[in-house]
């Protein structure tokens, strides 16, 4: 029988959280009431916190293990597992949340007679370049399903040689957004310490795993990003090769290979094998939000060539895919304005400023298009907003750029 600590109430199936989690104390409350009226009981392993995480995790009805951290969140992973006893499991970080949406859709899965596990649509909220992503974070709980990998730990493995064995398993993909993920409003100290950690333990697998080409993939984009292409696509291109070598490459690690393969490229003004790699990723069989930075950046890469018929396009069908995308609608302002289509530009940036009102960059581009326009008290309104919203988000030289060029032109304000 499973149990119910206060506040997760029992229902029909028994579903358990799983989550690690240390020195999450201003996140762990807003993670364990997402999951409230959903979940029968949430287990919280924490690794060595020194705040205040333990505590209101317990005040929020969770039942909380220690756990010696060993550079292994795998490990760590499966030693929740362990402790649950729900029929599902449901894994989070503290520093994500469930869509109240999805419980319905969950609920509705696990009557899924031949369901394994689930792929939830993760929404990277502030990412610069994945604004989502897939995740393997629902599934029945059995002593065969575990988590392998030192870092980007996944059930994906274990998951396989299941269904290798008994075909009639079936891993489904949840439609719309399950989990929010606001792991990228870190501050650079925290993301660079948390990319030294990635690194160090991401090397550590590949040096025993040299075959695990979604590793080699993460690894490279990490290497990329923290400003090191050629090493990051030296090892994007393994991974390229393993899979090559593959009679059943997933289609995802694929995705993200010739995704990230393409930005390195174009890291290294290689744009047209960078524009070559975003076409390869996109003619694969993944869920149109995962491919929307594929699209997006491509839409960029035609833009910065001067293709801007070709980026329109691109923009459109971002828009079209997420049309809750504020930079989608942003980006195909900048591409319709470069064409001349001064009164549409106004309209996508329009669009962009009323999916996110702070949007600093949006404001002041519509400014510059008004201006064009010759709609001259609407400019100079739109290039306050974007100097009020410069300073509130503490960039001050965008808005004294913003003031010297009204000067220049001799606005008011």
Known sequence: MARSPRGFGKTSTVVSLCAIVKNESHRIA?????VRGFVDEAIVVDTGSTDDTVMIA?????????????????????????????DWILVLDAD?????SAKIKLKQ??????????????QEIEAKQSP???????????ADIYFSGYYHESIDDSI??????????????????????????SSEIDMKGKQNLAKRLMQKHLAEFPSDAYMHSKLGALYVESGEPSRGLDLIQQGIAILNQSSDANPHVQFELFYHAAIARSHQGEWQIAENCYQQALVLDVPDLVKLPA?????????????????IAAYQRVTQIAPDFAKGFYNLGIALKSSGQLRSATSAYRQAIALDPEYADAHQNLGVTLLKLGQMQEA???????????ERQNNSNRAQIIRDGMRDLGLKY
């Open 30 to 34: 807003d993670c364990l009431d997402s």
């Open 58 to 86: 317990k005040q929020r009805g969770a039942r909380v293990f220690q756990f010696d951290w060993c550079d292994d969140f795998a490990t760590a992973r499966n030693y929740s597992l362990q402790q649950a006893s729900g």
């Open 96 to 100: 994500e949340k469930l869509e109240p």
């Open 109 to 122: 899965l696990v009557k899924q007679r031949d369901c394994l596990s689930a792929n939830l649509l993760r």
């Open 132 to 142: 989502y992503s897939l995740v393997s974070r629902f599934f029945r709980r059995r």
């Open 160 to 185: 396989s040689k299941i269904r290798q064995q008994s075909p009639h398993w079936q891993v489904y993909e949840v439609s719309g957004v399950s989990i929010q993920h606001y792991g990228y409003q």
């Open 295 to 311: 699209l997006n950046n491509l839409g960029n890469l035609w833009q910065a060539q001067g293709k801007y018929e070709q980026a």
């Open 380 to 390: 100079i309104a739109a290039f306050v907003q974007a100097i009020a919203l410069h």
